[in-house]
């Protein structure tokens, strides 16, 4: 036993190593420039940069709009991935191929994906097209309060996959005896559902929650190639914030803004998890 642990040990070692050089040791430097009030040669300032962020009306607007679409994004994404990987789970055979078709999106090119969506959206566009034939005057999707519609369908479509597979594996770690005996008792399917399925899919639910909002925060890069460095108001996220920052050289600005985004997420993950542990008891 005390073998397997050390080989277990050599073998994180490289990760961990990674994780600490390229990720852990870079934020602390970032996290020690939030608290001066110049990179080079600085002064301790306290909280007065994160004093100064709050009442940035840039960050301000993308910390408003980065919130609202996780809070359309996230739910939406589980209750459709949630829904498609029923009905998977009900089908006998080519199970494979259905799940198959939703990972699809996951290893398309960003480029590729951002053409796509481009002839989709744009002003002469395939949608627009299509209303036009039909009599309707052209929407500019992309340049009015649309985006963020399209920005979340995106999302959605690109996201979907990851966790259908992820509710499925759930869907199948249930055991089958469960429904057979709630059906002899008289339970329905909806009452299948509530009492069984949903209890045992919280685990799943956490961990699909938590990779759907980080998930969220990387949605800057299809932004960015669709729209570029300062997109219609809607659809201005903290990354564009702080990819702006580090555009004009504000440290810190950048530095303070990535360490309340950490935070944030830190925060949301002990939630979730919290949350998994009161469920389970």
Same mark, same amino acid.
């Given at each position: 036993?005390?073998?397997?642990?050390?080989?277990? *040990?050599?073998?994180?070692?490289? #990760?961990?190593?990674? !994780?600490?050089?390229? @990720?852990?040791? &870079?934020?602390? $430097?970032?996290? /020690?420039?939030?608290?001066?009030?110049?990179?080079?040669?600085?002064?301790?300032?306290?909280?007065?940069?994160?004093?100064?962020?709050?009442?940035?009306?840039?960050?301000?607007?993308?910390?408003?709009?980065?919130?609202?679409?996780?809070?359309?994004?996230?739910?939406?994404?589980?209750?459709?991935?949630?829904?498609?990987?029923?009905? *998977?789970?009900?089908?006998?055979? #080519?199970?494979?191929? !259905?799940?198959?078709? @939703?990972?699809? &999106?996951?290893? $398309?090119?960003? /480029?590729?994906?951002?053409?796509?969506?481009?002839?989709?959206?744009?002003?002469?566009?395939?949608?627009?097209?299509?209303?036009?034939?039909?009599?309707?005057?052209?929407?500019?999707?992309?340049?009015?309060?649309?985006?963020?519609?399209?920005?979340?369908?995106?999302?959605?479509?690109?996201?979907?996959?990851?966790?259908?597979?992820?509710?499925?594996?759930?869907?199948?770690?249930?055991?089958?005896?469960?429904?057979?005996?709630?059906?002899?008792?008289?339970?329905?399917?909806?009452?299948?559902?509530?009492?069984?399925?949903?209890?045992?899919?919280?685990?799943?639910?956490?961990?699909?929650?938590?990779?759907?909002?980080?998930?969220?925060?990387?949605?800057?890069?299809?932004?960015?190639?669709?729209?570029?460095?300062?997109?219609?108001?809607?659809?201005?996220?903290?990354?564009?914030?702080?990819?702006?920052?580090?555009?004009?050289?504000?440290?810190?600005?950048?530095?303070?803004?990535?360490?309340?985004?950490?935070?944030?997420?830190?925060?949301?993950?002990?939630?979730?998890?919290?949350?998994?542990?009161?469920?389970?008891?």
């Amino acid at each position: 036993m005390k073998k397997a642990k050390e080989q277990a *040990i050599w073998f994180i070692l490289p #990760s961990a190593l990674g !994780f600490i050089i390229f @990720f852990i040791f &870079p934020f602390m $430097i970032s996290l /020690g420039y939030a608290f001066l009030d110049k990179p080079v040669g600085g002064q301790f300032v306290g909280l007065k940069n994160f004093i100064d962020l709050c009442q940035n009306s840039s960050y301000q607007k993308a910390l408003r709009n980065t919130a609202i679409f996780m809070g359309l994004c996230v739910p939406l994404n589980i209750l459709c991935s949630l829904a498609i990987s029923m009905l *998977i789970n009900t089908v006998k055979r #080519s199970k494979q191929l !259905f799940t198959l078709v @939703f990972l699809i &999106p996951l290893v $398309i090119p960003s /480029g590729s994906m951002v053409f796509f969506w481009k002839m989709m959206f744009a002003n002469d566009g395939f949608i627009n097209g299509i209303i036009v034939k039909f009599g309707g005057p052209a929407i500019h999707w992309l340049e009015t309060g649309w985006a963020l519609g399209v920005i979340v369908l995106i999302f959605i479509w690109k996201n979907l996959g990851y966790n259908i597979v992820l509710l499925l594996a759930g869907l199948s770690a249930i055991p089958k005896d469960y429904y057979e005996a709630a059906s002899m008792d008289g339970a329905g399917k909806w009452q299948s559902f509530k009492y069984i399925t949903l209890p045992y899919l919280v685990p799943t639910f956490v961990l699909t929650t938590l990779m759907s909002v980080i998930n969220s925060f990387k949605v800057f890069k299809e932004i960015y190639l669709i729209t570029g460095d300062y997109p219609q108001h809607s659809i201005y996220m903290l990354q564009h914030f702080m990819n702006n920052m580090f555009s004009s050289l504000n440290y810190q600005k950048l530095t303070t803004a990535t360490t309340v985004l950490v935070l944030g997420i830190t925060l949301i993950t002990m939630g979730l998890f919290k949350i998994e542990r009161r469920v389970a008891e």
